[in-house]
């Protein structure tokens, strides 16, 4: 039995706009069974999707990412420069 790869991953964006389509669809009178079927999705990722993003808008969501971004590139410098000193003073004590 074959098994086949697993899809892409959604990129926030997505999912917010398939969280803003749920809520139309849910305002509607549909249940979440069936938006969650319609969107493609199990309902349990709806309510994490729901959980983790409800709250949000996408510009929102872009400059979460990007803050990420940059804070990932701050720690690397600043992990860095603490291994730069810490061999400058090891350097320097005469201890190599």
């Known amino acids: 039995m074959a098994l086949t790869p697993a899809p892409p991953p959604i990129e926030s964006e997505q999912i917010i706009i ?4 749920a809520e ?7 249940t979440t ?6 969107l493609g999705i199990a309902e349990q990722t709806y309510y994490r999707w729901r959980k983790e993003y ?3 808008r996408v510009d929102q969501i ?4 990007d803050l990420e971004r940059e804070n990932g590139r701050l720690k690397k410098q600043v992990a860095d420069q603490a291994l730069d000193l810490a061999i400058l003073k ?4 005469g201890n190599y």
């Open 24 to 30: 139309v669809e849910l305002a509607k009178g549909q």
């Open 54 to 56: 409800g709250s949000l």
């Open 18 to 21: 398939h969280l803003r389509e």
């Open 90 to 93: 090891e350097a320097s004590s």
């Open 62 to 65: 872009r400059r979460l990412k």
């Open 33 to 38: 069974a069936e938006v969650c079927r319609k």
